[in-house]
């Protein structure tokens, strides 16, 4: 089992280190830069299955492919917001429009600023969206090349830590930002091997909440230097990694999303998403 993981996706990213993580899969973890290049993954089957924020799925709809979903996790209220120096004369979302934004667009970065935006009658098109790739975005804030910056975990537990920027928008107020496990259709993956890959993913989180301290010593071991062990234990504590069914309800979430970004002109065509997901039976969760 070729099992994608991303840097952002903390889930994932612990499973790669963590004891007997899908052992009974044979997994193979593979790594790649951002979650925007699941989908193509997935396609070209360098990946069976993988992790990201709601956003990628739905573009990956979007492009034609048969998206299925496998879990989902708790909604992360903490793990996102908008940021902008503490000197800013920006106070409100509502000062945003016809500012220089950084974000990862067609991440979950994209919609948590158009439910923001939109809050205050303005539109994605009514910003200046700049694109931060995997790089930190906060030295263009303080240097004054963008206006404000949309920063996720653990770079943004470290961002609030300073005295010279000030948070205005947190994820938990505007949208769900929960991660969703999932894969296409074409790859294959019986009902056996999607109900197995959820139960896994629960037991990792609830094995990840009993210790936290443990988790963030393995996650700053495994490199990238985003965060020492106190910065990930407070990333990791602060999350719940509870795993779900994607079931109607998550289903539901996902469309009216795809609404949304339509609404905001991100997609050029309304999209009917197929409304097919895992139901996992609750004895399955741990």
């Given at each position: 089992?070729?099992?994608?993981v991303?840097?952002?996706?903390?889930?994932?990213?612990?499973?790669?280190?963590?004891?007997?993580?899908?052992?009974?899969?044979?997994?193979?973890?593979v790594?790649?830069?951002?979650?925007?290049?699941?989908?193509?993954l997935?396609?070209?089957?360098?990946?069976?299955?993988?992790?990201?924020?709601?956003?990628?799925?739905?573009?990956?709809?979007?492009?034609?492919?048969?998206?299925?979903?496998?879990?989902?996790?708790?909604?992360?209220?903490?793990?996102?917001?908008?940021?902008?120096?503490?000197?800013?004369?920006?106070?409100?979302?509502?000062?945003?429009?016809?500012?220089?934004?950084?974000?990862?667009?067609?991440?979950?970065?994209?919609?948590?600023?158009?439910?923001?935006?939109?809050?205050?009658?303005?539109f994605?098109?009514?910003?200046?969206?700049?694109?931060?790739?995997?790089?930190?975005?906060?030295?263009?804030?303080?240097?004054?090349?963008?206006?404000?910056?949309?920063?996720?975990?653990?770079?943004?537990?470290?961002?609030?830590?300073?005295?010279?920027?000030?948070?205005?928008?947190?994820?938990?107020?505007?949208?769900?930002?929960?991660?969703?496990?999932?894969?296409?259709?074409?790859?294959?993956?019986?009902?056996?091997?999607?109900?197995?890959?959820?139960?896994?993913?629960?037991?990792?989180?609830?094995?990840?909440?009993?210790?936290?301290?443990?988790?963030?010593?393995?996650?700053?071991?495994s490199?990238?230097?985003?965060?020492?062990?106190?910065?990930?234990?407070?990333?990791?504590?602060?999350?719940?990694?509870?795993?779900?069914?994607?079931?109607?309800?998550?289903?539901?979430?996902?469309?009216?999303?795809?609404?949304?970004?339509?609404?905001?002109?991100?997609?050029?065509?309304?999209?009917?998403?197929?409304?097919?997901?895992?139901?996992?039976?609750?004895?399955?969760?741990?």
């Open positions: 089992m070729k099992i994608g991303h840097p952002s996706n903390l889930h994932l990213r612990l499973a790669q280190v963590w004891p007997g993580a899908f052992a009974l899969l044979d997994p193979e973890f790594n790649y830069p951002e979650g925007r290049d699941t989908a193509r997935l396609e070209s089957k360098a990946i069976d299955f993988g992790g990201t924020g709601s956003t990628p799925p739905i573009t990956a709809e979007a492009e034609g492919l048969n998206v299925a979903y496998l879990a989902a996790s708790a909604p992360r209220p903490a793990n996102g917001g908008i940021i902008v120096a503490k000197d800013s004369p920006i106070r409100s979302v509502s000062d945003l429009r016809g500012k220089r934004i950084s974000l990862i667009d067609g991440s979950f970065h994209t919609y948590l600023l158009a439910r923001s935006l939109e809050s205050d009658g303005i994605l098109p009514d910003v200046h969206r700049v694109e931060t790739g995997a790089s930190d975005g906060l030295p263009a804030l303080l240097e004054g090349r963008v206006d404000a910056w949309i920063a996720m975990d653990p770079r943004l537990e470290k961002a609030l830590g300073r005295s010279d920027i000030r948070l205005i928008v947190r994820c938990g107020s505007t949208i769900p930002n929960r991660s969703l496990f999932w894969t296409l259709d074409e790859n294959g993956l019986g009902e056996d091997i999607r109900q197995h890959i959820a139960a896994e993913l629960s037991r990792i989180g609830t094995e990840v909440t009993a210790d936290p301290r443990l988790a963030a010593s393995r996650l700053a071991e490199g990238g230097g985003d965060a020492d062990i106190d910065a990930w234990e407070k990333v990791v504590r602060s999350r719940d990694f509870s795993i779900f069914p994607a079931d109607g309800n998550i289903l539901s979430e996902q469309q009216e999303e795809a609404d949304t970004l339509y609404r905001h002109k991100h997609f050029k065509a309304p999209l009917r998403l197929k409304q097919t997901g895992q139901s996992i039976p609750a004895e399955i969760l741990p």
